[in-house]
Nanobody
Framework: VQLVESGGGLVQPGGSLRLSCAAS????????MSWYRQAPGKERELVAG????????NYADSVKGRFTISRDNGKNSVFLQMNSLKPEDTAVYYC?????????WGKGTLVTVSS
């Protein structure tokens, strides 16, 4: 299993970013996927999840209405569109697969929201 995140960067409050996660090494279309984040000094937390076919999504209360998770099974990729970003969204964002009782993580991509 390999998960490679991209798309992070520095953005001003109120701005937008789109994160991508390229997946390989497993049958992507068969598995739910998630995005997590970890801010400095805090525990890793679930941001959003999406079902294998993309028909069902869930979000942390802190990002509802601002973030949208999506996937493209033809490209083995999952995305996180982040709008109206706030300084408290600053974190390393990780793509996640939970498979056979184990969590798989990418190396993460850093999102910094600051003026």
């Amino acid at each position: 299993v390999q998960l490679v995140e991209s798309g992070g960067g520095l953005v001003q409050p109120g701005g937008s970013l789109r994160l991508s996660c390229a997946a390989s090494g497993f049958t992507f279309s068969m598995f739910d996927m998630s995005w997590y984040r970890q801010a400095p000094g805090k525990e890793r937390e679930l941001v959003a999840g999406i079902s294998s076919a993309g028909g069902s999504t869930n979000y942390a209360d802190s990002v509802k209405g601002r973030f949208t998770i999506s996937r493209d099974n033809g490209k083995n990729s999952v995305f996180l569109q982040m709008n109206s970003l706030k300084p408290e969204d600053t974190a390393v964002y990780y793509c996640n697969l939970f498979f056979r009782g184990r969590n798989y993580w990418g190396k993460g991509t850093l999102v910094t929201v600051s003026s």
